[in-house]
């Protein structure tokens, strides 16, 4: 995703105002990303911690191998909370200008929209959620429709 995000903001696509790492552990998630972002020239793009995702079920399996450009804590920038930097990026964007792309857990996005709706309503333009699919048990021998995860 951050490969991909790379390449839309040097053709001038999009113009990501940050990102809120989850899922256990989030600290280190954003460590991960803070340092992929590092090594891709993306160092402007400001990284927070967000929750658990509401899963504990996650684990660390990138820090060996990701360890060489992951910083070892993250900057005061980039310690502030998921909430916080989201809170930051509403206020100071234009009416209708965000779109919201949420490519993990949605609870921060959630949250966050509970807290502050009339910001929310206000200045989201589009919320994108990726998912997966898993299959819908059905009674046809097939079960070919697929219910989202």
Do not use: W
Request: proline content about 4%; glycine content about 8%.
């Amino acid at each position: 995703a951050m490969v991909l995000l790379r390449s839309l903001t040097e053709r001038g696509l999009v113009n990501c105002r940050g990102i809120v790492t989850n899922l256990c552990p989030a600290s280190d998630r954003a460590r991960l990303a803070r340092g992929t972002l590092d090594v891709l020239g993306l160092d402007k793009i400001p990284v927070a911690v967000g929750t658990d995702g509401g899963s504990d079920k996650h684990t660390d399996n990138f820090s060996d191998t990701a360890s060489a450009y992951m910083p070892q804590t993250l900057d005061e920038a980039s310690s502030q909370s998921g909430s916080e930097l989201l809170l930051h990026i509403y206020q100071t964007a234009p009416v209708t200008g965000i779109r919201l792309l949420l490519i993990s857990s949605i609870k921060d996005a959630a949250k966050f929209m509970q807290e502050h709706e009339e910001i929310f309503v206000e200045k989201t333009k589009d919320v994108t959620i990726m998912g997966g699919v898993k299959p819908f048990e059905t009674e046809f021998d097939d079960d070919t429709l697929l219910e989202p995860d």
